[in-house]
């Protein structure tokens, strides 16, 4: 399993993830579509927020069951948290704040958020 590292654009925000990045999800919902984020889902404890956690501002809407996380200063939305269908605690990781990948080696799976 890789480590990677990531941080908002300011890096008042750093984390690592662990995991290795089969591909990644580009929902067209009204929050996605506009912040532009290539999302990688992992189990929560796989992501550790190594500096600025107090830095870091939430944002939910619709259903309030995800909590958007966005750097207070930047503005850089890093990550998201949320729970699976059964209930597992989970962050999606924007892929896009990883300083480790070569994006376009990445397949994007396209999620109809809109709809939903």
Avoid at 35 to 56: E, H, I, M, N, Y
Wanted: aromatic letters at 6%; glycine letters at 10%; hydrophobic letters at 35%.
């Amino acid at each position: 399993m890789t480590t990677h590292q990531g941080s908002c654009h300011c890096g008042k925000v750093a984390f690592e993830v662990d995991g290795d990045i089969d591909g990644a999800m580009a929902c067209n919902c009204s929050m996605c579509q506009r912040k532009g984020s290539l999302l990688w889902f992992v189990p929560r404890a796989q992501l550790r927020v190594t500096t600025g956690a107090d830095a870091l501002s939430t944002y939910t809407f619709n259903r309030h069951v995800i909590q958007h996380h966005f750097c207070a200063t930047c503005g850089i939305h890093p990550f998201g948290e949320g729970r699976d269908p059964q209930g597992n605690a989970m962050a999606a990781i924007n892929i896009r704040c990883l300083t480790d990948i070569d994006l376009d080696a990445v397949p994007v799976h396209h999620y109809d958020g809109r709809s939903k």
